[in-house]
């Protein structure tokens, strides 16, 4: 990832934000328990898909945690469109649109 990083510099002209989420157990979602399990003995923290350093990118990063429980990357893509503890989905997507559209995007 370091060299790809070296080799492909970012735009000037493009504003880079990033955000994720983390699982905080293989209980948190069956369908990614193997996975992040993989991903936490050789990379660390993880959404089940992606690790968290993975996707720190940008001028503002955001890492999405529940305290009763972690968020899988199912579960902060809303693939299954119910809220996760107290996190609605829907509105952090919201949220985000709305925070980029007051910086002119």
């Given amino acids: 990832m370091e060299s ?5 510099l970012n ?10 989420s983390a ?4 209980k948190d ?4 328990s193997w996975t992040y399990q993989y991903l936490m003995k050789n990379a660390g923290e993880n959404d089940g898909l992606v690790p968290v350093k993975s996707a720190v990118w940008g001028d503002k990063f955001q890492l ?3 305290s009763s429980r972690g968020i899988s990357h199912g579960e902060i ?4 469109r119910r809220k ?5 989905i829907p509105e952090i997507y919201r ?3 709305h925070d980029l559209s007051k910086n002119g995007f």
Avoid: C, H, R
Avoid at 77 to 80: A, E, Q, V
């Fill in 4 to 8: 790809f990083n070296q080799n492909n």
């Fill in 11 to 20: 735009d000037p002209l493009v504003y880079y934000n990033s955000y994720a």
């Fill in 23 to 26: 699982m905080a157990s293989k």
């Fill in 29 to 32: 979602d069956f369908l990614y």
């Fill in 64 to 66: 999405f945690t529940d």
């Fill in 77 to 80: 893509t809303d693939i299954k």
């Fill in 84 to 88: 996760i503890g107290a996190f609605d």
């Fill in 95 to 97: 949220k985000i649109t």
